[in-house]
């Protein structure tokens, strides 16, 4: 038992693999290709492999494979024995250690209402498109929910093709903008939940937020990473449709009565939604 545990720590005590194992955890539930994984933290191919396989071999991570791709992904119930043991064992459940401290939180949230609303931050890369779209989704929810979005290197502007979906939709477009993530932070509103709609946005989110919010992953691809006008319609259609599927099962959720545990579940149970497929 202390093996394992010393095990998983010995993993961690390197501060290239602690970036590797934070760039999985922000991308929870997802399974990311290892090349991504060297993209994204400048990292060489045999050196990632070594930190991939260090990282799987104390049970942090796991590996699957798809068509030429290996897959790796968090292994969430080893995370959490890892804490488990190091906090109800190690630190004898001392209530100055195990309780959540002042970045933690401890209670559910409260219950959204049109007084008490529940502020929602949609993170991208270009907010213009997927962040967008999720913005005005959950802003139709209505009161019970401020929505918001950000882009970490944000365009000029939304994208046309995604404002003239919303609209056809009989969506609200105005007030969507595009804005840099620095505008959210010096807004003076305390997010009680950030959520990462695309891959790039979630790999490199080391923002650190005001208050204690909930962080979820619902990767959809990008919508304008396409060719003709037909392919952009296509995708940007399917993006909605996920985007969409999303949203209505969030607005659904019990938030009120959900321990932060249960809730954050929740959220990752929403990314690993897909778009339906049709006949």
């Known amino acids: 038992m202390e093996t394992d545990v010393a095990d998983r720590l010995s993993a961690l005590a390197h501060e ?13 539930p997802d399974a990311v290709p290892a090349g991504e994984i060297a993209s994204a933290l400048g990292l060489r191919a045999n050196t990632t492999s070594v930190y991939l396989s260090i990282l799987r071999r104390a049970g942090l991570i796991s590996q699957t494979r ?30 100055d250690l ?15 209402t049109a007084e008490r609303p529940l502020h929602v931050l949609f ?20 009161p019970r929910f401020r929505a918001h979005s950000a882009g970490t290197d944000p365009a000029e502007a939304p994208h ?8 056809q939709h009989g969506l609200d477009t105005s007030g969507l903008t595009s804005d840099p993530v620095e505008k959210m932070l010096d807004c003076g509103i305390e997010m009680d939940m950030v959520i990462t709609v695309c891959d790039d946005a979630a790999n490199g989110d080391d923002v650190h937020w005001p208050g204690a919010p909930l962080h979820a992953h619902w990767g959809v691809e990008d919508p304008l990473d396409t060719g003709s006008e037909a392919e952009l319609r296509e995708s940007m259609a399917r993006a909605f449709a996920q985007i969409h599927r ?19 579940g929740q959220l990752d149970d929403i990314g690993r939604l897909r778009t339906p497929v049709t006949a």
């Open 16 to 28: 290239r693999r602690l970036d590797v194992f934070r760039l999985l955890m922000r991308r929870y």
């Open 66 to 95: 798809s068509g030429t791709f290996q897959l790796y992904q968090i292994r969430m119930e080893s995370v959490q024995d890892m804490f488990g043991r190091m906090l109800g064992d190690c630190c004898r459940n001392r209530p």
């Open 98 to 112: 195990c309780l959540p401290g002042p970045t933690q939180r401890s209670l559910p949230l409260p219950d959204p």
């Open 123 to 142: 993170l991208c890369t270009h907010n213009s498109a997927r962040s967008i779209i999720a913005e005005a989704m959950l802003r139709a929810a209505g």
């Open 160 to 167: 046309p093709a995604a404002l003239d979906l919303l609209r």
């Open 246 to 264: 999303r949203i209505t099962a969030f607005t659904a959720l019990p938030i009120g009565t959900l321990p932060p545990a249960a809730l954050q």
